[in-house]
């Protein structure tokens, strides 16, 4: 009589064990063109973006118990058409990067689309991490991007890596939701943006353009088209725009902001003498994307 009972992977020390684990290093991740992710939201927007990107998830493992308690995942795994490993919860912490994997953790390919790609499909909002070298910063910005509608995400090069576990986690799902381009160069990257007519925005907290009198102005023109046209000297909250956000330390820095077709502070009415990069970025991506929208309901 054959059993039917899955195989459970019980050696920490087993050679798959440990190419899994190799991929919490950036070396491991470049020789292998994958990176790891863990936990049940993160993994489950892996698998839902499978379908679109093809060979997406690579791998899922689990321990015994894990699916029949979160039952979206049996329709999820099966449409994917992808089959848990089972593994015990020593192999599955050997696996992780974290000391609490939750029950699921996912291998997954690193898919990088072409910048000419998402230029020539017209976008109307991109974020720009320029030397963004937090995790945290970079995930918040990029869920940021996400809830805003952007269209894709671009971290020059010299910010964090965005496959790293860390920045992956920060991300909850989001890195699977919209194009993200990872270590491009700065000059490529505005000089290709501007040639497809898009405006380039700097954050800079210490700008002439005030981003609360951009949104009335842009809120007033989609409510009185005919009465309030914008001036060429100053930035159009509706129109398609690239937003540059700096390095947590040093912000911006002059190349980088005089790249920019125009720069714009975040208004600030208490006694804080900044935003956090994350936070700045939010307030100024919703801007945007406020402005867009504007009229369109």
């Not at 501007?194 to 409510?223: C, F, M, P, S, W």
């Not at 040093?250 to 980088?256: A, V």
């Not at 900044?274 to 307030?283: E, F, I, Q």
Request: proline share 5%; with cysteine.
């Amino acid at each position: 009589m054959t059993s039917t009972t899955p195989e459970v992977m019980t050696n920490p020390r087993a050679e798959r064990v440990k190419a899994v684990a190799r991929l919490a290093n950036r070396k491991g991740r470049e020789n292998s063109g994958q990176f790891l992710v863990e936990g049940p939201q993160a993994v489950r927007e892996a698998l839902r973006a499978h379908g679109a990107q093809q060979d997406l998830v690579r791998a899922v493992y689990t321990v015994p118990g894990f699916i029949e308690s979160h039952t979206e995942f049996e329709a999820l795994l099966r449409e994917a058409r992808v089959t848990p490993r089972l593994v015990t919860g020593e192999v599955l912490l050997a696996m992780a990067d974290t000391q609490s994997p939750q029950g699921i953790l996912a291998v997954v390919s690193m898919h990088q689309p072409e910048l000419s790609e998402i230029l020539a499909a017209k976008p109307q909002l991109i974020a720009v991490l320029c030397r963004v070298q937090d995790p945290g910063n970079a995930g918040t910005i990029l869920r940021a991007a996400d809830a805003a509608g952007a269209d894709a995400v671009v971290l020059t090069k010299g910010s964090v890596d965005i496959y790293n576990p860390k920045a992956v986690r920060s991300t909850v799902g989001s890195l699977f939701h919209l194009p993200v381009l990872s270590n491009i160069e700065f000059e490529h990257l505005v000089a290709a943006a501007k040639a497809t007519d898009i405006q380039v925005l700097a954050a800079d907290g210490y700008a002439a353009h005030n981003l609360d009198e951009l949104q009335d102005r842009a809120v007033l023109r989609a409510h009185h088209p005919e009465g309030s046209h914008p001036s060429q000297n100053e930035p159009v909250l509706e129109a398609r725009s690239m937003w540059l956000f700096g390095n947590e330390g040093q912000g911006l820095d002059e190349q980088e902001k005089d790249a920019a077709d125009f720069r714009v502070a975040v208004p600030l009415y208490g006694v804080a003498e900044s935003l956090n990069v994350g936070t700045a970025a939010t307030v100024c991506l919703y801007g945007s994307a406020r402005a867009q929208h504007s009229g369109k309901n």
